[in-house]
């Protein structure tokens, strides 16, 4: 589902990632671990093209990323595949929370609106926020607007989900909720790259672990070997 | 153009008060040996012109006048340039009499001290060589376009003279200066245009394709205006206008112009007096002039409201293309803002009207006004969004990317929302602003209600009550709008900033 073969990426003559190689199978967690500055979440935004890279190679959920400039199509067909959780969450701030799941849907998937707002209350109900349909997100705790990230782009049914330190700017407790959703998610046999500090995330949702130092894969392993 | 409405309401109340005020009588002016006299010189020929050979000196017969009556005096004359409709307002402040063409009413009778006769006009209409228009009397039907639209001085004898005439077929559109009707006439946008016949004599050979209708048609006099409380300066231009007269020496200044200088002697021995006009009750006036204040406060807000969303529409697509269009069209987009912004409205406006008809382009006033407006407030508007769209937080894009929508998309359902709710109290400020700007549309003819103001103090000589009445009327339409952009402000603080950029 998710293959990385020798990626390499410089910025202003600066290695931010060398000869990254790795593989995901359909099913599996991957997190990518390590210390601050050492590429990972560089490494996960070029699993959707946010970011673009000088060589190697990328397979993700059948797409294929080459070096250099994306084409926009193929970035769109890729996305519609790949869902992305930030750590600041990046909520729309003008829609209503269940607008802001409803909206992809309903704009790229061509869905009507009422069939996409059933599905963004279905996911809602599912992150347990069903009850914050009409709230604007910024009313929400760091911990809703993290579910309701999740719930908007589960709402595209992607194959693979990316998370880039998604419980990095919560509190503890709010951590836990957010924690609850992706070992949920987990279970289901969601194929998942998450990008996180968060050891007992790791150990709770992840099946592999790749640590990352200075741009440049350390080791990886099971969970049981890594953590 | 709030400091224009801002002047003119000053200059309105100083003049009221001028009474009171120490107006330059004969002794100031013989103590400071100058003759402060106005005029317009975008008036034009014969009066008052830029001279052809060295445009730094004015040359007329006006200004030969001037000299003469100054030099009878014992001082030098002095220039003092002013808008032709409004050179009275300037009596007791920065001149001492106006000498430009001004008709001898019996309203000025009332308003200011008029010197005996000097000039005696004759209103001439003209109209294009191919014009059906073959007689005066054709006006009283109607034209093959509708309504004869026919341009005049504003605030001439020519304009009050037209607009009295009920039984034509005419819609009088009124002009800053006599050589723009002309020009309009020229290019097919007026059908006719009526002013002093002197006027087009002088002009008649710049303007080949134009044609006198009859003979003029009706006329009277020019009169030197000065002010009420100068007595003593006025009875001494009386007096050396008689003798100027008397000793031969103003028929020879007129034959020197080629105006006919026996004729000009013989209608001046035969002016009759004008009879002076009766103050108007509170409630007259109003009654009189309330129905045009309302009609021109109308179209105040018909320019603002159609021309504002027009604005926006384009300044928010120049706003988008400059961030997010193709690399080429970036600097090409830049510089519609720089030009745009960099140059005045009414320069704008004037290109629209009458520079575009000269490349076959000719737009009723009303839509040049429009469009000029829309296009200058179109440059402020794609610099305000362009700012809105810069404070979205990038992480909103990049979410909006990373759903798999296209950028056009993010920018549609994300980024432009967003953008407009950041910007509405500058844009809804915007709006006020342009509301009062579309008082510059009055140079290109449209009336507004500044104009009607400043057209209707002048004729009415109401000047303090009626810019009372003008600026009840702005208040009762610009108050709505300071309520909205109030509220949209509530409406903003109430919501939390968005959140941080990742």
């Not at chain 1, 946010?50 to 926009?72: C, K, M, W, Y």
């Not at chain 2, 004869?148 to 002009?175: H, I, N, P």
């Not at chain 2, 800053?176 to 006439?185: A, N, R, W």
Request: glycine share 8%; hydrophobic share 50%; charged share 20%.
């Amino acid at each position: 589902m998710i293959t990385v073969a020798s990626l390499t990426k410089s910025r202003a003559s600066v290695r931010v990632l060398e000869d990254v190689s790795l593989a995901g199978a359909e099913g599996t967690v991957t997190a990518v671990v390590g210390p601050s500055g050492s590429g990972k979440t560089t490494l996960l935004r070029c699993l959707n093209g946010l970011e673009t890279f000088d060589s190697g190679g990328i397979t993700v959920a059948g797409h294929r990323l080459e070096s250099g400039p994306h084409g926009q199509g193929l970035l769109e067909r890729l996305r519609r595949d790949v869902g992305m959780v930030f750590q600041q969450f990046n909520l729309f701030s003008h829609l209503s929370v269940l607008e802001n799941v409803a909206l992809a849907p309903r704009v790229v998937r061509g869905l009507s609106a009422a069939d996409a707002r059933a599905r963004g209350r279905d996911l809602l109900d599912r992150v347990g926020l069903g009850a914050f349909a009409a709230a604007r997100p910024a009313t929400l705790s760091g911990g809703q607007q993290q579910r309701v990230a999740i719930a908007r782009a589960l709402a595209m049914q992607p194959r693979v989900m990316l998370f880039d330190e998604p419980t990095s700017a919560l509190d503890p407790a709010m951590s836990a909720e957010v924690l609850e959703v992706i070992v949920d998610l987990a279970r289901t046999g969601q194929t998942m790259v998450m990008v996180t500090h968060d050891h007992a995330l790791a150990r709770r949702a992840a099946s592999w672990v790749v640590e990352l130092v200075a741009g440049r894969i350390l080791r990886q392993g099971t969970v049981a070997e890594m953590l | 153009m709030k400091s224009r409405r801002v002047w003119l309401f000053a200059a309105a109340v100083f003049f009221s008060l001028a009474g009171a005020a120490a107006a330059a009588e004969l002794d100031d002016v013989l103590a400071r040996g100058e003759l402060i006299w106005a005029a317009d010189q975008e008036g034009g020929g014969p009066h008052v012109f830029p001279d052809p050979v060295d445009p730094r000196r004015l040359t007329g017969f006006e200004v030969e006048l001037a000299a003469l009556i100054a030099s009878e005096l014992g001082v030098k004359p002095r220039f003092q340039q002013g808008q032709w409709d409004r050179l009275p307002l300037l009596l007791g402040r920065t001149a001492d009499c106006v000498i430009n063409g001004i008709e001898w009413t019996p309203e000025r009778q009332r308003d200011y001290r008029c010197s005996r006769p000097y000039f005696a006009y004759a209103l001439q209409l003209l109209t294009r060589l191919d014009t059906p228009l073959d007689a005066f009397g054709t006006l009283a039907a109607m034209g093959p376009r509708g309504r004869w639209r026919v341009g005049v001085l504003t605030g001439s004898a020519a304009e009050t003279t037209m607009q009295s005439r009920t039984d034509l077929e005419v819609d009088v559109v009124g002009y800053d200066g006599t050589i723009d009707s002309l020009e309009q006439v020229a290019s097919g946008v007026l059908d006719a245009a009526v002013m002093d016949d002197c006027i087009f004599n002088f002009y008649a050979d710049r303007f080949s394709r134009l044609r006198t209708v009859d003979r003029p048609f009706a006329g009277g006099f020019y009169t030197i205006l000065t002010a009420r409380n100068t007595p003593r300066l006025s009875a001494a231009i009386d007096e050396v206008v008689g003798r100027l007269i008397a000793d031969g020496r103003l028929k020879s200044l007129y034959d020197r112009w080629d105006l006919a200088g026996r004729q000009q002697m013989l209608l001046l021995r035969d002016a009759a007096e004008i009879p002076v006009a009766r103050r108007k009750s509170i409630g007259e006036l109003c009654r009189d002039t309330l129905p045009l204040l309302l009609r021109a406060a109308g179209m105040t807000v018909l320019l603002s409201c159609v021309s504002f969303p027009l604005a926006v529409c384009i300044g928010l697509s120049v706003a988008v293309g400059r961030l997010y269009g193709p690399p080429a069209v970036r600097p090409v987009l830049a510089g519609y803002v720089e030009v745009l912004r960099g140059t005045p409205l009414m320069l704008q406006l004037y290109a629209i009207f009458f520079l575009l008809p000269k490349i076959g382009i000719a737009l009723p006033a009303l839509a040049a006004a429009i469009l000029g407006l829309a296009l200058n407030y179109s440059a402020y508007e794609a610099e305000v969004y362009r700012a809105g769209l810069r404070a979205v937080p990038l992480g909103q894009f990049e979410a909006a990317l990373a759903l798999g929508l296209s950028k056009w998309q993010a920018l549609r359902h994300v980024l432009v929302p967003q953008a407009v709710r950041i910007v509405m109290p500058p844009v809804t400020s915007d709006f006020i602003a342009l509301f009062k700007d579309t008082s510059v549309c009055s140079a290109i003819t449209v009336i507004e209600l500044t104009k009607r103001y400043s057209v209707l103090a002048l004729s009415t000589g109401r000047i303090v009550e009626l810019a009372v009445v003008t600026a009840l009327l702005y208040l009762c339409m610009s108050w709505p709008l300071a309520l909205l952009s109030r509220w949209f402000e509530r409406r903003l603080e109430g919501a939390e900033p968005p959140p941080p950029a990742a």
